[in-house]
């Protein structure tokens, strides 16, 4: 282990070291068909990466909650407030292609063995991305992703309402293969006990409100690469986007068919510098000091290290 003023920082091979014999009859198991099911497009994620990482960290995340429970319970004592226990709530942030969606697959069904008497609700920030038309009108289509392209108010209401322990809350649905949200078609989250919310922005401090996302997060995880490795993997899945498009038409991606691969990737190119490269430095990156856990990948998605705040 090395230590820094801020964190403890953990290699691979010592990380393993740290799973727990205190809970012998909470096992977490996961088929290779499960993992080829979770896995995220040109993300990768071996059985050895959900054992040798994923597994800790899922122990450790059960520390996190234990104390999270007695904290409250003790103080709804001190105040004389008998409610059923708030959701615990988990962040996961980091940048576009780094594979934020596959971990927190993974975690949701790690934590639903670990605790299957407990409901594990998995969300994502996408859905409140204004849609394509309010984004045009406010001319910020080519800012998509930047903080001001999300309904933030609704984003946090919706955190309220999970904190409240309120039934049936509906959130919008995003689709990557029409790069828009889906009218009229809701998804609910039904009196979860722990939900997982990723997305780019779970750790920002929105422009147009006084609250952090992060206030409602018991725990947050940032997935950390270097920024030409993220910029690799992007227009990797760009290439298996644009090819799994290839024959629907109504697919964002099948235009790019249409175009030559030079230009294609001119375009992507341009998006990659232009948007997700900015976003990245402006207001991604500055965010992953708010995070408990950061988990350092390097290339193939190749996690080798993992970071804790110390504080």
Same mark, same amino acid.
């Given at each position: 282990?090395?230590?820094?003023?801020?964190?403890?920082?953990?290699?691979?091979?010592?990380?393993?070291?740290?799973?727990?014999?205190?809970?012998?009859?909470?096992?977490?198991?996961?088929?290779?068909?499960?993992?080829?099911?979770? #896995? %995220?497009?040109?993300?990768?994620? #071996?059985?050895?990466?959900?054992?040798?990482?994923?597994?800790?960290?899922?122990?450790?995340? %059960?520390? !996190?909650?234990?104390? !999270?429970?007695?904290?409250?319970?003790?103080?709804?004592?001190?105040?004389?407030?008998?409610?059923?226990?708030?959701?615990? &709530?988990? +962040?996961?942030? +980091?940048? *576009?292609?780094? /594979?934020?969606?596959?971990?927190?697959?993974?975690?949701?069904?790690?934590? %639903? =063995?670990?605790?299957?008497?407990?409901?594990?609700?998995?969300? #994502?920030?996408? +859905?409140?991305?204004?849609?394509?038309?309010?984004?045009?009108?406010? /001319?910020?289509?080519?800012?998509? /992703?930047?903080?001001?392209?999300?309904?933030?108010?609704?984003?946090?209401? $919706?955190?309220?309402?999970?904190?409240? /322990? @309120?039934?049936?809350?509906?959130?919008?649905?995003?689709?990557?293969?029409?790069?828009?949200?889906?009218?009229?078609?809701? =998804?609910?989250?039904?009196?979860?006990?722990?939900?997982?919310?990723? +997305?780019?922005? *779970?750790?920002?401090?929105?422009?147009?409100?006084?609250?952090?996302?992060?206030?409602? $997060?018991?725990?947050?995880?940032?997935?950390?690469?270097?920024?030409?490795?993220?910029?690799?993997? $992007?227009?990797?899945? $760009?290439?298996?986007?644009?090819?799994?498009?290839?024959?629907?038409?109504?697919?964002?991606?099948?235009?790019?068919?249409?175009?030559?691969?030079?230009?294609?990737?001119?375009?992507?190119?341009?998006?990659?510098?232009?948007?997700?490269? *900015?976003?990245? @430095?402006?207001? &991604?990156?500055?965010?992953?000091?708010?995070?408990?856990?950061?988990?350092?990948?390097?290339?193939? @998605?190749?996690?080798?290290?993992?970071?804790?705040?110390?504080?």
């Amino acid at each position: 282990m090395i230590e820094n003023k801020d964190y403890y920082v953990i290699n691979r091979e010592e990380w393993n070291d740290y799973l727990s014999n205190e809970s012998p009859h909470r096992q977490v198991t996961i088929s290779e068909e499960q993992l080829e099911k979770i #896995t %995220s497009l040109n993300d990768e994620l #071996t059985s050895q990466d959900a054992y040798e990482v994923y597994k800790p960290i899922t122990e450790l995340i %059960s520390v !996190y909650l234990e104390n !999270y429970k007695l904290l409250t319970d003790k103080r709804d004592y001190f105040l004389g407030i008998k409610r059923s226990m708030p959701p615990f &709530i988990i +962040g996961i942030a +980091g940048s *576009v292609a780094v /594979g934020k969606s596959t971990a927190a697959r993974l975690l949701q069904i790690f934590l %639903s =063995q670990f605790y299957p008497e407990l409901q594990v609700a998995l969300a #994502t920030t996408d +859905g409140f991305i204004y849609p394509n038309k309010i984004l045009k009108e406010k /001319g910020i289509m080519d800012k998509k /992703g930047f903080p001001d392209s999300y309904n933030m108010p609704a984003l946090i209401d $919706f955190l309220k309402e999970i904190k409240n /322990g @309120h039934e049936h809350i509906p959130y919008p649905t995003y689709s990557h293969k029409v790069y828009d949200i889906i009218p009229d078609k809701m =998804q609910y989250l039904d009196k979860p006990d722990i939900v997982i919310l990723e +997305g780019i922005n *779970v750790l920002q401090f929105p422009s147009n409100t006084n609250i952090y996302l992060s206030d409602f $997060f018991d725990l947050s995880i940032y997935i950390n690469a270097d920024e030409d490795i993220i910029e690799q993997w $992007f227009y990797e899945r $760009f290439k298996l986007l644009v090819n799994n498009a290839r024959n629907t038409p109504s697919d964002y991606y099948y235009k790019f068919n249409l175009m030559s691969e030079d230009e294609a990737m001119a375009y992507a190119t341009k998006v990659w510098h232009d948007i997700n490269l *900015v976003n990245l @430095h402006e207001y &991604i990156l500055p965010t992953r000091p708010n995070a408990n856990i950061v988990i350092h990948k390097e290339a193939h @998605h190749r996690i080798s290290e993992l970071w804790l705040k110390k504080y």
